[in-house]
């Protein structure tokens, strides 16, 4: 798709918070909300609600909206709505899955994690491993490329392996794994698999079916929705975990991994903002998409619109900070639009030094491990880690050109 067939002009438009001229660069922190999504989660709330149930008009309300959202879910990623669970966050919801699912594990049980991931995707399994005596094996990624060898998982599958954990793409450096072989590896021994996808689900058509995994998370937030955390799950596994539950609440799937009240208008605005995902394409100009075609096949064109008009930018950004002599840690051969700058050939700057005068000038491009510490230190960066420039649907050629121009000046001017 050419830049002209991408009218990012026109889906901007449907960002309020893009009028305070900001260049967001921050996406894989949590992207920026349009309109319809902000409109849906207040009109939930006013609508009048009430515990979901079948008599009242306010209880069918809330009730409609509960299995709304589980099916938008759903068809964001290729899942089966009734194994749809909504919690907090990604991070909550994997502690709790993680303590659920390590009360079948015992000593000589072993469970494998990688050095790529977000410590979402590494913390709560090791931390569930040690509760159980439970064996941590680590897979290591390539630092001077980024990759992770799907080898490397592999090579530490065996009979006790219980589960493996490892993310769809890496928020840190963007590197897209080969997930579909791990999985198939994993199987093949009976292991379970958990995919962290919130990186991968902001910029790639994802399916749940061809990746095979078994448990998926994301974050809706991260996809133009509203803050909270959603675990797909086949629902047939569900069935067979019992997580700790209030004695009241329901027993039946997905409900049992819920505790407590749903956040109503939160839902609605995960519906809306799924909704708006798969009329993006014709937003922007990159479809004559009907719209009675099913909101599946809407959502994949929507997103390869997106990937091409990311890598597209993703590229600017790479050439120019490389000409700049700032060192691109992002190399995989296959990643989302999301780079790790650091400075290490320049002279007296730090990330931190870029992230603060790029703040100046408004844009947004944090520096820090962003909790892939595991990932900063195995690259040698420590725990401060670098400068993350992350891509998103509305980000423009003029945000591209403020970034580049802030840090040339960062880098030849005095200091």
Not at 402 to 408: A, W
Request: charged share 20%; aromatic share 6%.
């Amino acid at each position: 798709m050419s830049a002209a067939a991408y009218d990012v002009a026109a889906l901007r438009a449907h960002f309020p918070a893009l009028a305070d001229g900001t260049a967001y660069f921050d996406g894989p922190g949590g992207s920026q909300t349009p309109t319809a999504v902000a409109e849906a989660v207040a009109g939930a709330l006013v609508a009048g609600l009430s515990n979901r149930g079948g008599t009242t008009a306010s209880e069918r309300r809330a009730d409609a909206v509960v299995v709304a959202a589980r099916q938008a879910a759903a068809d964001l990623v290729g899942g089966d709505p009734t194994g749809v669970v909504v919690g907090r966050s990604m991070t909550a919801l994997t502690f709790d899955l993680a303590r659920t699912l390590a009360a079948g594990w015992g000593p000589g049980d072993e469970v494998v994690v990688t050095r790529l991931d977000h410590d979402a995707n590494v913390a709560p399994w090791t931390s569930a491993a040690a509760a159980v005596g439970a064996t941590v094996r680590w897979a290591d990624f390539d630092p001077a490329t980024g990759e992770l060898d799907p080898a490397a998982v592999t090579a530490l599958l065996g009979p006790r392996t219980r589960l493996v954990a490892v993310t769809g793409a890496s928020n840190l450096l963007g590197t897209r794994p080969d997930v579909t072989a791990i999985t198939r590896a994993a199987h093949e021994v009976g292991a379970l698999v958990h995919v962290d996808g919130v990186h991968l689900t902001a910029h790639h058509h994802v399916d749940l079916a061809a990746i095979g995994a078994d448990l998926y998370s994301w974050s809706p937030y991260k996809v133009l929705g509203p803050h909270c955390g959603v675990l797909h799950g086949d629902p047939a596994l569900l069935e067979t975990l019992h997580p700790a539950k209030l004695e009241p609440s329901p027993d039946r799937v997905p409900e049992r991994f819920e505790a407590g009240t749903l956040p109503y208008e939160l839902l609605a605005g995960l519906s809306a903002a799924v909704d708006f995902l798969a009329g993006l394409a014709d937003v922007v100009g990159a479809s004559a998409a009907a719209a009675t075609d099913p909101r599946r096949t809407r959502l994949e064109r929507s997103l390869a619109a997106v990937e091409t008009h990311e890598a597209r930018l993703r590229d600017r950004v790479e050439q120019g900070a490389t000409d700049l002599g700032v060192t691109v840690r992002s190399r995989a051969r296959r990643r989302t639009p999301t780079l790790l700058l650091t400075f290490e050939d320049v002279p007296g700057v730090e990330a931190v030094d870029a992230y603060r005068f790029l703040a100046g000038l408004g844009v947004n491009a944090p520096a820090s491990h962003f909790y892939a510490v595991h990932a900063s230190r195995h690259l040698g960066l420590g725990d401060t880690g670098g400068l993350r420039v992350g891509i998103s649907p509305y980000t423009d050629d003029d945000d591209v050109d403020r970034l580049l121009d802030g840090l040339g000046r960062l880098v030849t001017g005095p200091r």
